[in-house]
């Protein structure tokens, strides 16, 4: 399968997934609800979380265990989609993007963290 079809597989599979990244259980963790809304962490273009600023040890451990159920869960989807991890982590990427609120904070095609204002935020050019 060509590696656009496989995007866009993947982008529909990940469009009921999108709502639902900031509300499985992890979300209801009090130091990555504290650190969202601090702008300490925020949603990267691959599909996972970022340290942005002040970052302690124990909140890096949060971080990485959320992006390791990430990982699992985007493996699943991936399968189920007939396209690659990465293909479906870049698509769950450009959606938790655009699910962001106004103050959040995302990472911009140019790597730099960036605060989500009233309007769409910046998105990769290979966002579905």
């Known amino acids: ?30 130091a990555y609800a504290a650190a969202r809304a601090a702008g300490q962490v925020g949603e990267k273009i691959d599909g996972y979380l970022g340290v942005v600023s002040g970052g302690t040890p124990a909140l890096q451990a949060v971080v990485n265990d959320i992006n390791i159920k990430r990982r699992a869960l985007y493996s699943q989807k991936a399968q189920a989609a007939n396209a690659t991890l990465d293909e479906y982590a870049l698509t769950a990427g450009c959606q ?5 609120s106004p103050g959040e904070k995302y990472q911009a095609p140019d790597g730099s963290w960036q605060t989500r204002g009233a309007g769409t935020p910046q998105r990769d050019a290979r966002c579905p």
């Open 1 to 30: 399968m060509k590696t656009a079809t496989r995007i866009i597989a993947a982008s529909l599979a990940v469009a009921a997934l999108a709502v639902g990244l900031a509300t499985p259980a992890y979300a209801r963790h009090p």
């Open 96 to 100: 938790a993007i655009l699910a962001t």
